[in-house]
Protein backbone atom coordinates (compact mmCIF):
# COMPACT_ATOMS: atom_id res chain seq x y z
CA UNK A 1 0.00 0.00 0.00
CA UNK A 2 1.23 3.92 -0.72
CA UNK A 3 3.07 5.04 2.43
CA UNK A 4 4.59 8.24 2.55
CA UNK A 5 6.87 8.79 5.72
CA UNK A 6 8.57 12.20 7.02
CA UNK A 7 11.27 12.86 8.86
CA UNK A 8 13.80 15.84 9.49
CA UNK A 9 11.79 18.00 12.28
CA UNK A 10 13.04 19.61 15.53
CA UNK A 11 13.94 22.28 17.92
CA UNK A 12 15.45 25.04 16.23
CA UNK A 13 16.08 28.94 17.47
CA UNK A 14 14.08 31.43 15.75
CA UNK A 15 16.40 32.24 12.10
CA UNK A 16 17.53 28.69 11.70
CA UNK A 17 16.96 26.37 8.68
CA UNK A 18 15.93 22.74 9.24
CA UNK A 19 15.18 20.41 5.75
CA UNK A 20 12.20 18.08 6.01
CA UNK A 21 12.20 15.31 3.88
CA UNK A 22 9.48 12.78 2.71
CA UNK A 23 10.00 9.08 1.28
CA UNK A 24 7.18 7.05 -0.42
CA UNK A 25 6.53 3.95 -1.22
CA UNK A 26 3.81 1.62 -2.83
CA UNK A 27 3.79 3.95 -5.60
CA UNK A 28 5.18 5.67 -8.44
CA UNK A 29 6.47 8.52 -7.02
CA UNK A 30 6.26 10.97 -9.92
CA UNK A 31 2.70 9.57 -10.88
CA UNK A 32 1.68 12.16 -7.90
CA UNK A 33 1.74 15.96 -7.28
CA UNK A 34 2.82 16.09 -3.81
CA UNK A 35 2.56 18.54 -1.27
CA UNK A 36 3.64 19.74 2.41
CA UNK A 37 1.16 21.05 5.00
CA UNK A 38 1.14 22.16 8.31
CA UNK A 39 -1.05 22.16 11.58
CA UNK A 40 -0.72 24.28 14.92
CA UNK A 41 -2.60 23.27 18.01
CA UNK A 42 -5.99 24.60 17.63
CA UNK A 43 -5.69 26.04 13.97
CA UNK A 44 -6.87 24.07 10.49
CA UNK A 45 -4.51 22.46 8.71
CA UNK A 46 -2.83 24.54 6.14
CA UNK A 47 -0.92 23.93 2.56
CA UNK A 48 2.77 25.01 2.71
CA UNK A 49 3.78 24.42 -0.47
CA UNK A 50 3.24 21.51 -3.24
CA UNK A 51 5.35 20.64 -6.26
CA UNK A 52 4.36 19.28 -9.77
CA UNK A 53 5.12 15.75 -10.91
CA UNK A 54 8.26 16.48 -12.61
CA UNK A 55 9.30 19.59 -10.51
CA UNK A 56 8.91 22.14 -13.02
CA UNK A 57 6.29 24.02 -11.38
CA UNK A 58 5.85 25.01 -7.46
CA UNK A 59 3.66 26.44 -5.08
CA UNK A 60 3.64 28.47 -1.93
CA UNK A 61 1.93 29.46 1.12
CA UNK A 62 2.57 33.40 0.88
CA UNK A 63 4.32 33.42 4.61
CA UNK A 64 6.57 31.46 3.62
CA UNK A 65 8.02 32.60 -0.13
CA UNK A 66 11.66 33.31 -0.41
CA UNK A 67 12.29 31.15 3.11
CA UNK A 68 11.20 27.68 1.94
CA UNK A 69 12.58 25.90 -1.05
CA UNK A 70 10.04 22.63 -1.63
CA UNK A 71 12.00 19.75 -4.53
CA UNK A 72 11.89 16.58 -5.16
CA UNK A 73 14.42 13.38 -6.00
CA UNK A 74 11.83 11.14 -8.41
CA UNK A 75 14.77 8.34 -8.59
CA UNK A 76 14.82 8.44 -4.53
CA UNK A 77 11.20 8.75 -4.15
CA UNK A 78 11.74 11.43 -1.93
CA UNK A 79 10.29 15.02 -1.17
CA UNK A 80 12.20 17.79 0.53
CA UNK A 81 11.12 21.12 2.46
CA UNK A 82 14.31 23.23 3.03
CA UNK A 83 13.28 25.71 5.53
CA UNK A 84 15.31 28.74 6.32
CA UNK A 85 15.01 32.14 8.62
CA UNK A 86 12.52 30.13 11.01
CA UNK A 87 10.20 31.98 12.99
CA UNK A 88 7.85 31.11 15.84
CA UNK A 89 4.60 31.56 13.53
CA UNK A 90 6.13 28.22 11.47
CA UNK A 91 5.87 25.91 14.96
CA UNK A 92 3.72 23.42 13.81
CA UNK A 93 3.25 19.48 12.71
CA UNK A 94 4.11 19.10 9.00
CA UNK A 95 2.68 16.52 6.75
CA UNK A 96 3.85 15.34 3.54
CA UNK A 97 1.19 14.08 1.35
CA UNK A 98 0.12 13.31 -2.27
CA UNK A 99 -2.36 13.31 -4.95
CA UNK A 100 -3.23 11.54 -7.70
CA UNK A 101 -5.03 14.69 -9.49
CA UNK A 102 -2.52 16.42 -11.61
CA UNK A 103 -3.17 20.00 -10.13
CA UNK A 104 -1.13 22.31 -8.68
CA UNK A 105 -2.91 22.84 -4.93
CA UNK A 106 -2.30 23.39 -1.56
CA UNK A 107 -6.02 22.47 -0.32
CA UNK A 108 -5.77 19.72 2.15
CA UNK A 109 -8.99 18.04 0.42
CA UNK A 110 -7.32 17.85 -2.55
CA UNK A 111 -4.88 15.25 -1.30
CA UNK A 112 -4.92 11.09 -1.07
CA UNK A 113 -2.22 10.18 1.12
CA UNK A 114 -1.13 11.19 3.81
CA UNK A 115 2.11 10.72 6.53
CA UNK A 116 1.96 10.89 10.09
CA UNK A 117 4.08 14.19 10.65
CA UNK A 118 7.12 15.60 11.78
CA UNK A 119 6.94 17.99 14.60
CA UNK A 120 8.89 21.14 13.72
CA UNK A 121 9.15 23.48 17.01
CA UNK A 122 11.27 27.42 16.81
CA UNK A 123 12.01 29.25 20.01
CA UNK A 124 12.45 32.75 20.22
Known amino acids: QVQVVESGGGLVQVGGSLTLSCTASGMTFDDYVMGWFRQAPGKEREGVSCISRTADNTGYLDSVKGRFTISRDNAKNTLYLQMNSLKPEDTAMYYC?????????????????WGQGTQVTVSS
Open 97 to 113: AATTANIMTMAPSRYNY
